[in-house]
């Protein structure tokens, strides 16, 4: 709980950094305002993932004391809501990192149709679907989670404890089934896809420029016959009209492969979540409620600390990889 909370909290400060410098980037592109609501998104997740983290630590302190230091409210009453509140905003990132990756894919395979797919207005309209959609179902989990006094024999009184009304466990298997496992598998398979195509893209990319190196050593190195500049003149000409210049060329490899990255480290670190939800879905018994309450809770916060880490590497992809996004940093901060 400890690493969870600091985990979340730095990846928060990181989010916060980098949605200020795709704002100082300028909000009318479309792949700056999906990167924004990303960037948001996992922020969002992560100040929940963090106040898990303090509460977890909050009733470890409990059970350390025996209980001789306990708080007027259980703490699993702040981790219930907001494990279901980071739920909802991690969804709307695992969509918005789908929708990026595959226009970013449909722009590397038919770059004449799709290259200017990502338009401000498509994708505010897009990302503002995303949301409503995912936190209508927050909404939904959180009016069937109830809190109430309870006698807590610990304690020796009663405090605000979770109740769950008995209607809930279906609610809930109905939400994650379409939300927490249908949902992230369907991102799974079609993330993986695009992976594999961008990975050919880029194999194909460096191919071209090695040839256009080549080109321009041999027309560097080769005698001063006339015949001989011109030519190989002709030749590198015909090779950059390809794909435009190498300089543009480059641009554009350094945004597949920071797309890339991102959706590969979204396919790693979500597959627990899938994993995860599917044994919760398959298994009642292993609803941290029922008898298998330790294992669960060691497995959720697993999955969570996971998904932080997720929420929280992408700043570093950005500096890696986005020329600008580095120049903007380095200027405003």
Known sequence: CILLATTAGLGAVGNVITMKTFIHLGIS??????????????LFFLISAFINGISLMLHCVEELSGFNLWFPVDPEVVYMIFTVTGSGFYAC?????????????LAVALPLKFRNLLSWQATAVVIS???????????????YTGVSHQFDPNINTTRPAPWLPPE????????????????PL?????VGICVVIMARYLQKARIFRLKVS????????????NNVIRDSQINLKTVTKETGSSKAVCKELQAVQ?????????????????????????VPGFYRDLSYNDVYLTCNITRELIQSVNASVTIFIYWKYNSKFRSHFVLHH
């Open 29 to 42: 592109d479309g792949v700056n305002l999906s990167l924004i609501s990303l960037a948001a998104s996992d």
């Open 93 to 105: 990132s695992m969509l918005v990192t789908t929708f990026i990756t595959v226009v970013r894919c």
């Open 129 to 143: 679907l995303f949301t409503v959609l995912m936190l209508s179902t927050t909404v939904v989990l959180l009016v």
């Open 168 to 183: 809930r466990t279906m609610i809930k298997n109905v939400i994650f089934g379409a939300r927490d496992v249908f949902l």
């Open 186 to 190: 369907a991102s799974q398979m079609i």
């Open 214 to 225: 080549k080109l321009a050593c041999l027309n560097d190195n080769a005698p001063k016959n």
């Open 258 to 282: 920071q797309m890339l990255l991102i959706a590969t480290v979204y396919s790693l670190c979500n597959m627990p979540k899938v994993i995860f939800n599917l044994t919760e879905l398959i």
